[in-house]
């Protein structure tokens, strides 16, 4: 099985810069995924991290450590539309279900003025 | 491509009844996922296909709950009868693979009252 832990909220100023942690343990891990879902809306795709370091995507980054089971999301320039929750999702190898993700119960993050 | 299509986007429904909710992933994915969301328990994972084939559906809650796939084009989710504990947001996913990016849907609102 997996465990994933996330901050249940956060809450960050328009301009600013903001990290969200996701911690995981996995038996077989094969890759992280950050979902940004807006209320009511969707959960969509933002990045993909299988191997250790930082992705970047425009005013996202996604960073990950395999050896520590850590994870963030870093937010830069953060704007009022960017007020959602972020999922934390892990893929597993391992079992029937290998390769399937497991999902995080979420982060959601508030910007204010 | 329209995306993953679900319907209906809301249900209200009396305790006891039989409800439906439907599904079409996105033409070319052979993976299709079906999750429930609530506060409590986050984003779960209820059953999947493979190229129209139940592969997993230990997610399922109890025999209450159905799904099938009939064609690569069509999905259903079944909960017969309902009961005020199914109350959640029910999302359906597609995938080109188990592993890889999966587009969300936007969901199926049910309320059982």
């Known amino acids: 099985g997996q465990n994933i832990d996330q901050p249940t909220e956060m809450t960050a100023t328009e301009g600013a810069i903001v990290q969200i942690n996701c911690t995981y343990q996995t038996s077989g891990f094969n890759g992280l995924f950050w979902y940004q879902q807006h209320a009511g809306e969707a959960p969509t795709f933002l990045s993909y991290n299988v191997l250790d370091g930082l992705e970047e995507k425009g005013r996202f980054s996604s960073f990950l450590s395999r050896s520590k089971g850590y994870s963030y999301l870093l937010l830069k320039e953060l704007q009022m539309k960017d007020s959602a929750s972020y999922l934390c999702a892990v893929r597993d190898r391992g079992g029937n279900a290998g390769n399937m993700l497991t999902f995080g119960g979420g982060t959601r993050l508030m910007v204010k003025p | ?113």
């Not at chain 2, 139940?54 to 017969?80: C, H, V, W, Y």
């Open chain 2, 1 to 113: 491509d329209a995306g993953v299509i679900q319907s209906p986007r809301h249900e209200v429904t009396e305790m006891g009844q039989e409800v439906t909710l439907r599904c079409k992933p996105i033409s070319g994915h052979d993976y299709l996922f079906w999750y429930r969301q609530t506060m409590m328990r986050g984003l779960e994972l209820l059953i999947y296909f493979n190229n129209n084939v139940p592969i997993d559906d230990s997610g399922m809650p109890e025999d209450r709950f159905s799904a099938k796939m009939p064609n690569a084009s069509f999905s259903t989710l079944k909960i017969q009868p309902s009961e005020p504990r199914d109350s959640a947001v029910y999302f359906c996913a597609s995938s080109v693979d188990r592993g890889t990016e999966a587009f969300f849907g936007q969901g199926t609102r049910l309320t059982v009252v």
